[in-house]
């Protein structure tokens, strides 16, 4: 099923996949910071060595597959690219507007600025994460 | 209205054509395999601009690669 994947389609599997491997650790940590088993001082630095470690991966992943198929990985977006990418566009939309929604009604209940800020950070996260995730369909299934 | 499918004849068009890879062909009309093997399995329809350039590729009028079908 790998070598049938166009770049692209590659590309959004490790996007993905290091999205999740870093979202997982990062928001069990929040958890963990609210019933005070952890410190926000913990959390940062959690933070930043996930970060890297999403950057780095994506680097040498990318160029892992940029390797296996070098003309691929040069080949401009087509029209159907184009195209999941537009409607891939609008079910991140609606998942961050409904993210957005949450957090203007958790405003309104006695929470600290820190828990909205992971609240709002975990709404860009999982539109992202419907965004990657309605992209492999696409790739899969009728556009 | 019922609903409409665009079927195509480039498989077998593509194997008329001394058997011509859809690598081959996504390279002449200037997209990936992958595109042309879902239009082939009618999981994408192209652009109109793309439904020329892949007819132009086998020397025949549109209507011979593509045939619109309306479902009752």
Same mark, same amino acid.
């Given at each position: 099923m790998l070598t049938n994947m166009s770049f692209r389609e590659k590309s959004t599997w490790i996007s993905f996949v290091l999205l999740l491997a870093i979202a997982v650790p990062f928001f069990y940590q929040f958890l963990r910071i609210e019933r005070g088993l952890s410190n926000s001082r913990a959390s940062f630095h959690l933070f930043l060595f996930l970060v890297v470690l999403f950057v780095v991966g994506e680097i040498v992943l990318h160029a892992v597959i940029a390797v296996q198929s070098p003309r691929d990985a040069r080949a401009p977006k087509d029209e159907r690219d184009r195209l999941i990418e537009l409607k891939t566009m609008r079910v991140a939309f609606f998942a961050l507007m409904a993210g957005a929604l949450l957090v203007i009604v958790l #405003?309104?209940?006695? #929470?600290?600025r820190f828990a909205i800020l992971q609240t709002q950070l975990f709404a860009v996260v999982v539109a992202e994460l419907a965004m990657l995730g309605a992209r492999l369909v696409y790739y899969r299934r009728d556009v | 209205m019922g609903a409409c499918v665009v079927q195509n004849r480039i498989r077998r068009l593509r194997f008329d054509h001394?058997?011509?890879t859809q690598q081959a062909l996504a390279d002449r009309v200037g997209v990936t395999r992958q595109t042309v093997n879902a239009i082939e399995l009618g999981k994408y329809s192209p652009s109109l601009e793309v439904a020329f350039r892949i007819a132009r590729v086998f020397g025949m009028p549109l209507e011979d690669v593509f045939q619109f079908q309306e479902q009752r």
């Amino acid at each position: 099923m790998l070598t049938n994947m166009s770049f692209r389609e590659k590309s959004t599997w490790i996007s993905f996949v290091l999205l999740l491997a870093i979202a997982v650790p990062f928001f069990y940590q929040f958890l963990r910071i609210e019933r005070g088993l952890s410190n926000s001082r913990a959390s940062f630095h959690l933070f930043l060595f996930l970060v890297v470690l999403f950057v780095v991966g994506e680097i040498v992943l990318h160029a892992v597959i940029a390797v296996q198929s070098p003309r691929d990985a040069r080949a401009p977006k087509d029209e159907r690219d184009r195209l999941i990418e537009l409607k891939t566009m609008r079910v991140a939309f609606f998942a961050l507007m409904a993210g957005a929604l949450l957090v203007i009604v958790l #405003l309104h209940f006695p #929470l600290d600025r820190f828990a909205i800020l992971q609240t709002q950070l975990f709404a860009v996260v999982v539109a992202e994460l419907a965004m990657l995730g309605a992209r492999l369909v696409y790739y899969r299934r009728d556009v | 209205m019922g609903a409409c499918v665009v079927q195509n004849r480039i498989r077998r068009l593509r194997f008329d054509h001394g058997e011509m890879t859809q690598q081959a062909l996504a390279d002449r009309v200037g997209v990936t395999r992958q595109t042309v093997n879902a239009i082939e399995l009618g999981k994408y329809s192209p652009s109109l601009e793309v439904a020329f350039r892949i007819a132009r590729v086998f020397g025949m009028p549109l209507e011979d690669v593509f045939q619109f079908q309306e479902q009752r």
